[in-house]
């Protein structure tokens, strides 16, 4: 199934204990990139949640935005330096003493100093959330990359439509190309007649065209390009990604076509290039969209 590189995905589960939300939210890129914001205390799951994501999405810019809320994340712990309280306190009582001071320190003011007292936190090892998180992530990820398959459906359906009007395209320089060099024949001997009247050397304008001909002969790049849209639908067949493979296919698309349009020297022909281009371009567009 052909994927777009842009989707969006969302899935959300609720427990006894913990209530988590995932969004995944994907948009164009050469390679497969996954950032993650998660909560600290559950940094130790970002390669599992890469993981989980790499099984649906092959390329692409994917940003993954994790909500969790509950309680027994962390482990909470006081932490009293003693000596240090014992000191400021002697300290504070001779400072009374010495300077006859009357104010009293109260036990408020001890704890607000943070070199006394400190909260560590510490990540708890819970398999139950690991395990949810885990869950709601694989069902966004599911629902990006559905999201991504019908998007990419719609692609490929307006680049087979681009690509069918280029082989109408081909097909009527392919019928119309032999007759560019009568045409140039036609148009020697005119200008000659016009010059010299009937009396003109035969040889000399055979040579002429077999030149012209030689040098507008454009029937190898019209099988490449028919060749190249071959290939193009073939790999649109095949079950991986395909976008840069595409991509490729369509560069060379272009090259084929510019060359013809350069080689045949016939205003026709040159319309129906122009033509070409335009909507080489159109699919270049879709292409780069696609997984």
Same mark, same amino acid.
């Given at each position: 199934m052909i994927a777009s590189m842009t989707g969006f995905g969302r899935a959300r589960k609720e427990t006894n204990?913990?209530? &988590?939300?995932?969004?995944?939210?994907?948009?164009?890129?050469?390679?497969?990139?996954?950032?993650?914001?998660?909560?600290?205390?559950?940094? *130790? #799951?970002?390669?599992? %949640?890469?993981?989980?994501? &790499?099984?649906?999405?092959k390329r692409g810019r994917v940003e993954v935005f994790l909500t969790i809320e509950g309680g027994g994340l962390v482990s909470k712990t006081i932490s009293i330096d003693w000596d240090l309280l014992d000191t400021l306190v002697t300290s504070t009582r001779k400072?009374?003493?010495?300077?006859? #001071?009357?104010?009293? %320190?109260?036990? !408020?003011?001890?704890?607000?100093?943070?070199?006394?007292?400190?909260?560590?936190?510490?990540?708890?090892?819970?398999?139950?959330?690991?395990? @949810?998180?885990?869950e709601v992530i694989e069902s966004a990820a599911l629902q990006l990359r559905q999201m991504r398959e019908v998007e990419g459906k719609k692609l490929i359906e307006d680049i087979f439509? *681009? #690509?069918?009007?280029? /082989?109408?395209?081909?097909?009527? %320089?392919? /019928?119309?190309?032999?007759? &560019?060099?009568?045409?140039y024949r036609d148009r020697i001997e005119k200008r000659i007649k016009e010059y010299v009247g009937n009396e003109f050397d035969e040889n000399r304008i055979l040579t002429e065209v077999a030149l012209f001909a030689e040098k507008a002969d454009i029937s190898e790049e019209l099988t490449r390009l028919e060749s190249h849209i071959s290939q193009f639908r073939e790999?649109?067949? @095949?079950?991986?990604?395909? !976008?840069?493979? #595409?991509? *490729?296919?369509?560069?060379?698309?272009?090259?084929? @076509?510019? @060359?013809? !349009?350069?080689?045949?020297?016939?205003?026709?022909?040159?319309?129906?290039?122009? +033509?070409?281009?335009?909507?080489? +371009?159109?699919?270049?567009?879709?292409?780069?969209?696609i997984e």
């Open positions: 204990a913990f209530f &988590v939300h995932a969004e995944l939210k994907s948009v164009n890129h050469r390679f497969c990139e996954i950032n993650i914001r998660l909560p600290r205390q559950l940094l *130790f #799951l970002e390669d599992k %949640i890469k993981k989980v994501i &790499v099984e649906h999405v400072i009374q003493e010495k300077y006859q #001071l009357t104010d009293q %320190i109260t036990t !408020g003011q001890l704890l607000s100093n943070e070199n006394i007292l400190s909260i560590e936190e510490k990540e708890m090892e819970n398999h139950e959330l690991e395990s @949810t998180v885990l439509l *681009f #690509l069918g009007q280029i /082989e109408e395209n081909v097909h009527i %320089i392919k /019928e119309y190309a032999p007759k &560019v060099v009568t045409h790999t649109v067949k @095949t079950n991986e990604p395909i !976008g840069r493979k #595409l991509d *490729f296919i369509v560069q060379e698309m272009n090259r084929e @076509t510019n @060359t013809i !349009g350069s080689k045949a020297n016939d205003p026709l022909i040159a319309k129906h290039v122009v +033509e070409m281009k335009s909507l080489l +371009e159109k699919i270049k567009e879709q292409v780069q969209n």
